[in-house]
């Protein structure tokens, strides 16, 4: 079937597709399966085969339940000087009368910080490097889209109160109206969850209570799923029969973004539930928000040279994080792959740079002239 049709959503179709049951012996490095969903330990993790780990990651994501738990990826010392800039972002909104909104959930009832990957760069560099050093969100970003991917960050609060969102799938067709997405042909709804994937960190305790996330084990293999989210009985169904997995600070979940799932509603008295959302996209694919890598390459520069003294792997992770890494589109005209079949990336002279210690105004140069190379005229 080349094209898919909103009127052929059926809601035994995905049942039929629920039927089927996570096994743990796809997991062996899993902790448990806790409600379908492969639970690791980041200890236990960070001393096994990479390659293997990244295959059990690939298999859940693809033809496995769509979802893993990643208990304690971040410190939480870290975590806590994380969440204090994004509370000094969020007064900072308050205070000017920004109000974001949310694209499955009531406008200003909670708090979100867009572009929340650039702002704590430029505001905090030493945390944001610090951050994302995370050996494991490298792992599970290269395991799902390969290198050169590219983070864009969202940080969500859900205050004591607040409404949660509704079932969906996300960025790219998932955020597409029906009639919209029904004109890409089939083997694009299949590729559209390939080219992202979906993260949470949690910086809080996150009882079921405070409304942590809801998801639909194995639902990002229904095909019709972007065109029958919005659908009553789906939504119904999901409501009655999602799981919900509670998170301790410094937890992580990554997840397929085709899954069904939603942030749920706090009912909590005092608990303000904040998640650091994290949008990995491929390097052939388009991310969701504008990042200026260039201005976050500029303020982390000085902390990167200090840190590839005595942890050059987490140096690494935070080029990746934050520079651009794919060395398309560009202008071929000016920024020729002499001696190779691609032009230099970002991330490449962002490597460069610090192998050689250059001096901040030589990467300044250096960043301006590629960026020109770029331009069409």
Known sequence: MNWLNPDDGRLDDLLTVLKEQTDAADYP????????????????????????????????????????????AFGNALVDATTAEFNRLIEEQHRSGTAAGDHFAKPGANDRVWNALEKLAVGAPE??????????????????????????????VVNPGGEGQTVHRDYHLGFQSDEVAAQYPA????????????GAVAHCDMPVESGPTLYLPHSQKYELGYLAYRRREFSE???????????????????NPALFHAAGSNHSADIKRMANLLQVSSAFGR????????????????????????????VANVIAASAE????????????????????????????AVA?????????????????RRLTH
């Open 356 to 372: 050689e210690t250059w001096a901040p105004d030589q990467l300044d140069q250096a960043l301006t002239e590629g960026n020109n």
């Open 187 to 198: 083997h694009v709804h299949r590729l559209s969850s390939v080219l992202t994937l979906q």
């Open 29 to 72: 490095h899993a902790e448990l399966i806790e409600q379908q969903v492969p639970v690791y330990d980041a200890a236990r993790l960070r001393t096994a085969d990479p390659r293997v780990v990244q295959a059990e990651f690939a298999t859940a994501f693809g033809p496995g339940p769509g979802i893993v738990v990643l208990k304690g």
């Open 237 to 255: 169904y999901f409501v009655a029969n999602h799981v919900q997995l509670p998170l301790e600070k410094g937890d992580a979940v990554f997840f």
């Open 325 to 352: 890494g794919y060395a398309f589109p560009t202008n071929l005209d000016r920024d020729q792959p002499i001696g190779g079949l691609a032009p230099q990336s970002q991330a490449d002279l962002l490597r460069q």
């Open 127 to 156: 945390v944001f490097a610090a951050y994302y050093a995370n050996d494991l969100l490298a792992l599970v970003a290269t395991a799902w889209l390969g290198p050169a991917y590219q983070v864009t960050s969202q940080v969500n």
């Open 287 to 314: 991310a969701m928000e504008s990042v200026d890598r260039t201005r976050m390459a500029t303020a982390l520069y000085p902390v990167l040279l200090r840190q590839a003294k005595d942890d050059p792997a987490g």
